[in-house]
């Protein structure tokens, strides 16, 4: 689930906020939180300590949400990330 859908839970329905109120809250514009909210942006630092400010959740609650999702889209296509595996080559014997 996108942390957009949290943050309309848990801050915007839970205390009876429209978006324009709660990006007047926030200190950001509406189009900003919209943003968030429809999973088109994630929370960035600023973001989660405007969150935590606002309505008390730690910011790094917030970063943390936001990073479990970010590795979870990742991980449904991890098939899909063709890296080969480093091996460190040993050094030839002589000259030093």
């Known amino acids: 689930m996108h942390p957009g859908t ?3 839970q848990d801050c915007l ?6 978006v324009t109120d709660a990006a007047r809250v ?3 514009d509406r ?3 919209s943003n968030l909210l429809n999973a088109k942006s994630g929370i960035s630092p600023e973001m989660a300590i405007r969150l935590e400010k606002a309505f008390g959740t730690p910011a790094r609650e917030w970063l943390v949400l936001q990073l479990e999702y ?18 460190a080559s040993i050094p030839e014997s002589g000259g030093k």
């Not at 329905?13 to 429209?18: A, I, R, T, Y």
């Not at 970010?70 to 091996?87: C, S, T």
Request: no cysteine.
């Open 13 to 18: 329905e839970k205390n009876g906020l429209s």
């Open 70 to 87: 970010e590795l979870a889209e990742i991980m449904r296509r991890v098939e899909k990330i063709n890296v080969e595996p480093f091996r």
């Open 31 to 33: 189009q900003t939180l």
């Open 6 to 8: 949290t943050v309309r």
């Open 26 to 28: 926030l200190g950001v």
